[in-house]
């Protein structure tokens, strides 16, 4: 009889092109590319929302269009990491592929997460 239980913790790692970021606050300046950020910020935010939401309604089409969102934003603010999930979400909805649809999805908020808050810390500490 096994009594003891061990949780799995699962750690993503998180890429983040600094030298996006640094492009940004280069071409705005550091208020202008904070309130850039913040926004793009809020929208990968609200993506995520409407990602589990489609998933939750089983809407196949609107997770692919929630993801592509997802990963163009990312992708501009250099949240390479992000952006890569958010396209395997979509290509698993495409496939109409549940279980790894399921599992990229767990994913994608995991790395959201980890991700928003990275950045919000680098941007933060401008």
């Known amino acids: 009889m096994m009594s003891k239980i061990a949780p799995l913790g699962v750690v993503e790692p998180i ?3 600094a030298g996006r970021i ?3 606050v280069t071409e705005l300046g550091e208020v202008a590319a ?3 950020i913040q926004m793009a910020l809020e929208q990968m935010a609200t993506s995520v929302e409407g990602l589990l939401d489609s998933a939750r309604r089983g809407d ?3 997770i692919v269009t929630q993801a592509e969102r ?3 934003l990312a992708w501009q603010v250099g949240l390479v990491s992000l952006a890569g999930v ?3 979400v979509a290509d698993c909805a495409r496939r109409k592929e549940a279980v790894a649809l399921s ?3 767990a994913r994608a908020v995991r790395v959201a997460n980890r991700s928003l808050t990275e950045i919000w810390d680098e941007v933060s500490g401008l």
Do not use: F, M
């Open 103 to 105: 599992a990229t999805l």
């Open 86 to 88: 958010a396209i395997d």
């Open 15 to 17: 890429r983040v092109d």
């Open 34 to 36: 904070e309130g850039v």
């Open 22 to 24: 640094q492009n940004i």
């Open 70 to 72: 997802l990963s163009r």
């Open 60 to 62: 196949d089409a609107a």
